[in-house]
């Protein structure tokens, strides 16, 4: 099936440092979305994408779609300490109806 | 106002059992996805509801079975339970027609343990 691979698996950064993380497919999506997800909690949408090369900010995120609809990155700059968790790409190979495919996440460590 | 509830947040089961977990969606929404997340993974889709109809599936056996009632509440089933069952089961939900695409709001879970 349909695959989205994220990288890095995991992130041990410094706070204040800048982040990037990316995910991957062999496939072409029309949507890209970031969620992240707290210890015992569901996900939460950070960004959603609809165009080919939108670059879209919320906050101190950025996200982008690639020009190719196969990829997507992530970044947040200035990482503070509730930046911690898990961060999902997903994607909609479909129209607006279709599944939410997610990816297996990027998780975020910030040492003291 | 409320948000995605589900219920029960634990249980135990052992192999071949049966259970049924539960969700109530965000006011306003009406459609419900279920998800499977094992440890240390991504969501998997499981299946979706929208107007008391199965809409969408993933690819997940028959021994996974789900509803939906005229108030848009949900339940997930699952059969014969085996170990490879442990996992927190996500319920999301959104709004059909006047939803942003891609966003589901997701409930804590029900983390489903098999011995």
């Known amino acids: 099936g349909q695959q989205l691979n994220q990288s890095p698996q995991s992130m041990f950064i410094q706070e204040g440092e800048d982040v990037s993380m990316n995910c991957t497919s062999s496939?072409?999506?029309?949507?890209w979305l970031w969620y992240k997800q707290d210890p015992g909690e569901g996900p939460v949408l950070l960004i959603a994408l609809y165009k080919a090369g939108e670059l879209t900010s919320n906050g101190r995120l950025t996200a982008q779609f690639g020009i190719t609809r196969k990829d997507s990155f992530l970044n947040i700059s200035a990482s503070i300490p509730s930046d911690v968790g898990i961060y999902f790409c997903?994607?909609?190979?479909?129209?607006?109806?279709?599944?939410?495919?997610f990816g297996k996440g990027t998780r975020l460590h910030i040492l003291p | 106002d409320a948000g995605v509830t589900q219920s029960p947040t634990h249980l135990i089961k052992t192999r071949g059992q049966q259970v049924t977990l539960r969700c109530s969606p965000k006011?306003?929404?009406?459609?419900v996805s279920w998800y499977q997340q094992a440890l240390g993974q991504g969501p998997q889709f499981i299946f979706q509801y929208y107007e008391e109809e199965e809409r969408q599936r993933g690819n997940f056996p028959d021994r996974f079975s789900g509803h939906q009632f005229p108030n848009y509440s949900s339940e997930l089933n699952v059969n014969a339970l085996l170990l490879g069952d442990s996992a927190l089961y996500l319920c999301a939900s959104s709004s059909y027609l006047t939803g942003n695409t891609g966003e589901l709001f997701f409930g804590e879970g029900s983390r489903l343990t098999v011995l």
């Open positions: 496939s072409i999506f029309n949507t």
């Open positions: 997903a994607g909609q190979l479909g129209d607006r109806d279709d599944k939410i495919i």
């Open positions: 006011s306003g929404h009406d459609t």
